[in-house]
């Protein structure tokens, strides 16, 4: 019997493939397909928040959970399977002990087969070396896009649901020694494809808020976003205890437990209202300088409460609801937060400086086009059309331009705005009326 018994644990899911992963099962092993609501649950690390877990439940719809990670054991079988009162077929959490595990046929049919997929905390890098430009992530994009499941993450299982992911490759940074040099070998922001999520394009994610030290590294983030990859981006952050869970129509529920603790979520992103908010100093070995007067990004702080009921608007990043706004910025490698206004993206809350004369832009007014010229070729030049709310109504980039030429036919007369950018430089805005 003894034979017997070790005969059937070797060949236990698992224990078939001991070398590349670990799987620990609880509930029903028959598959089960149900439609799951999708969404997104981003949570700061420590404990986790109970009504947080509760919702990416629900959003599972009753369907099987997949707990991926690259370390520990089965510490979320039981609290997902039965201990938040929310009905799920099973929960199975897989280690992948190293890389080869990203190929296993077992690994990628579970998958395949969960309506809700969540990454425990621990090493970020290993997730990213693990499982990046794999059948693991091409699988769970699929997952995202194609059967609307959940996903979400605590710890560095936030930290890789952005587009824009800090990927810890030479180990974690301070905020001390980033705003020092934002080109720091440790200040790894990476933009390789890696986990899909919608609302998630532009931005970066954090955790670990409620240490203080963690907000000016995330500035630097950002800089080097801009930076590097010409992009105004944005971030969200969640102190310990705190989420954020995002559904399909871009809606953010933040939970926590304020009053009685101070948990937070932020919301953060370069200031629209600046004409050119390029950092003003973001160089290897020098300090970072993004200032504008203090002004350089915008901060929406939401308390994070048991119903999920303070939020804000993925959508437009401008609507929220039970937050404050702040302004960050930094000053020769010194990180400064300050009480601020809303933000305001119209482009007549905008302070445009004078139209260069190296650009000319008419007729204006307009009615079946307008012109842009340059009195040099210009490498790299995007162009939008405004309204006057600041929605964009046309856009486009070329290369190696000295002249653009837009479309206003079909263009309702009224009000509008031209903003011109060229390269990584926000040049200028310009009022323009089509009649």
Not at 104 to 109: K, P, S, W
Not at 194 to 200: A, D, E, G, R, V
Not at 303 to 317: C, D, E, I, V, Y
Request: net charge negative.
């Amino acid at each position: 019997m003894k034979q017997f018994l070790f005969f059937m644990l070797c060949f236990l899911p698992g224990y078939l493939s001991a070398q590349s992963y670990t799987s620990y099962f609880t509930g029903n092993t028959a598959d089960t397909i149900t439609n799951p609501k999708g969404g997104i649950c981003l949570m700061g690390g420590a404990t986790e928040d109970d009504n947080a877990m509760k919702w990416f439940l629900q959003q599972a719809n009753g369907g099987d959970i997949l707990v991926l990670r690259t370390s520990g054991s089965n510490g979320y079988n039981a609290y997902l399977y039965s201990q938040l009162g929310i009905p799920v077929h099973s929960v199975e959490t897989i280690v992948c002990n190293n890389a080869t595990a990203s190929s296993d046929a077992y690994v990628l049919q579970k998958i395949q087969q969960a309506e809700g997929i969540w990454f425990a905390g621990g090493d970020q890098w290993t997730y990213v070396s693990y499982w990046r430009n794999t059948a693991v992530d091409s699988l769970i994009n699929l997952g995202i896009q194609q059967r609307n499941i959940v996903v979400g993450g605590t710890s560095a299982g936030m930290a890789i649901q952005g587009k824009y992911y800090f990927s810890a490759q030479n180990g974690t940074v301070t905020s001390t020694a980033a705003l020092a040099n934002p080109y720091n070998s440790l200040v790894t922001v990476d933009s390789t494809t890696f986990i899909k999520n919608n609302f998630l394009t532009e931005t970066i994610t954090d955790t670990h808020f409620d240490n203080p030290d963690r907000k000016g590294r995330l500035l630097t983030f950002m800089a080097r976003m801009w930076m590097d990859y010409g992009v105004e981006g944005r971030a969200i952050a969640c102190d310990e205890y705190t989420a954020v869970c995002v559904d399909t129509n871009g809606l953010a529920r933040v939970y926590g437990d304020f009053p009685a603790n101070d948990d937070n979520a932020y919301f953060i992103q370069t200031n629209c209202e600046l004409v050119n908010g390029t950092p003003e100093i973001c160089t290897s070995g020098l300090p970072l300088t993004w200032n504008h007067s203090g002004a350089a990004v915008k901060v929406y702080r939401v308390k994070g409460t048991a119903t999920g009921s303070n939020t804000f608007q993925l959508n437009n990043w401008l609507v929220g609801s039970g937050g404050s706004w702040l302004q960050w910025s930094a000053n020769t490698g010194n990180f400064v937060e300050t009480t601020s206004s809303s933000i305001n993206c119209s482009p007549l809350a905008m302070t445009a400086p004078a139209v260069e004369t190296r650009i000319k832009i008419y007729p204006n007014p307009a009615s079946q086009q307008v012109a842009i010229d340059f009195l040099e070729q210009k490498h790299v030049v995007e162009i939008n059309l405004l309204d006057g709310t600041g929605r964009t109504i046309q856009s486009l980039k070329q290369q190696d331009v000295q002249k653009v030429v837009l479309n206003t036919s079909q263009i309702i007369p009224g009000i509008y705005f031209i903003k011109v950018r060229i390269g990584m430089e926000r040049v200028h805005y310009q009022k323009l009326e089509i009649n």
